[in-house]
Every structure is written in C-alpha cells, then in structure tokens.
C-alpha cells in the first residue's frame, strides 16, 4: 500500500486519484480557516511555488473536527485560500481527518507516521496543555491532533516524515529538498 492506493475530492468536486501525484514529493496537510496556524497557508504556498517545477505539490485538506475553526463551505474556502494567501495548490472538499470518520487517506497516513509529541518551546507545551485536556488518554493516540498537521510523501508514494502544527512550512524545506 501507499498513498497512491487513495482518492479523494477535490474542493471543485473532482474525484482526484492519488497516483495522479506518482514521482512527485507531495506535502498533505490538514487545513482551517479560523486557526492560529492559518497564516501558515502563506508558507505552504511558498513551498509549493519554490519547488513545483522541480516535481513538488502541497495538498491541503480543510477540515472543521478541531473547535469548528473551518465552518465555511468548500467555495467559501476556496475564495479565502485564493484572495488571502494567494494559494494555488490544489485544496480538497472539507473532510474529516481524526476518527473513524476521517476519509481513508488519513487513516493510512497516521497508521504509516503516529503522533510523536508536539516538539518544544513555549506554544508546543502551551498546545500540549489544551490538547492533553481536549482528548485526554487519546491525546498519546496516532490520530491528528490539531490543524495544519503535514505529512512528507516521497516519489515513491512512501509517508517518510510527519510535522506537527508548530512547525512552520518554511522548516520543512531541507527535508523536500533531500527528496527532490
């Protein structure tokens, strides 16, 4: 299995096949509106246009399970992607990504890379605190914890990192670099 065995819907509601993306780096990550990290998007979109040439994608996934932080509908989103941050990346249709509701490629994503802890510094332990208290035993679960949650792909389809909200999109660079 790998990510090429998934599908999903595009925000313009176009089933896409994940092995659309065979021999490209892809950055998936789970995305919101109304979130602390949403300026994130900005990096994303930074990434995505310092390496598509080079055979890289960002794919973001709008989800509304973390504190409704994505209420909005998939055109809505789509319009505040494109006019706020001037994404272009492809976005899918709202999903679910924590749960036994989350589509099938999260699934697979968080069974390949769990959950390893926030990292350091004073908003990872300030978002542990709330986290731990929101989820309590299943806060040590594989599941995505919080928004903009980003999983590394090879070329091969292979999950080979998983990043945290804190991390910033710019910090992952290296890492897209080495597989390029």
């Known amino acids: 299995m790998s990510v090429y065995d998934y599908e999903y819907t595009s925000i313009e509601n176009r089933p896409v096949q994940m092995s659309e993306y065979q021999g490209q780096v892809v950055l998936i990550v789970n995305t919101a509106s109304k979130c602390g990290f949403t300026p994130q998007y900005k990096g994303l979109e930074e990434l995505y246009r310092r390496y598509r040439d080079q055979g890289f994608t960002v794919i973001g ?5 973390f504190m409704e ?11 505040f992607c494109s006019v706020r941050y001037g994404v272009t990346f492809p976005l899918s249709q709202k999903v679910d990504v924590r749960g036994e509701t989350a589509i099938p490629l999260y699934q697979y994503l968080t069974s390949q890379k769990g959950f390893e802890g926030l990292g350091k510094g004073i908003k990872a332990k300030a ?10 035993d299943g806060f040590a679960d594989e599941q995505i914890k919080w928004n903009f949650t980003k999983f590394l792909i090879d070329r091969n389809g292979k999950v080979v990192s998983r990043y945290e909200p804190i991390v910033e999109p710019k910090d992952i660079a290296s890492d897209i670099e080495k597989l390029l």
């Open 61 to 65: 996934f709008p989800c509304n399970q």
């Open 69 to 79: 932080q994505e209420k909005g509908s998939n055109e809505q989103i789509s319009e």
């Open 127 to 136: 978002l542990e605190l709330t986290l731990k208290a929101r989820y309590k």
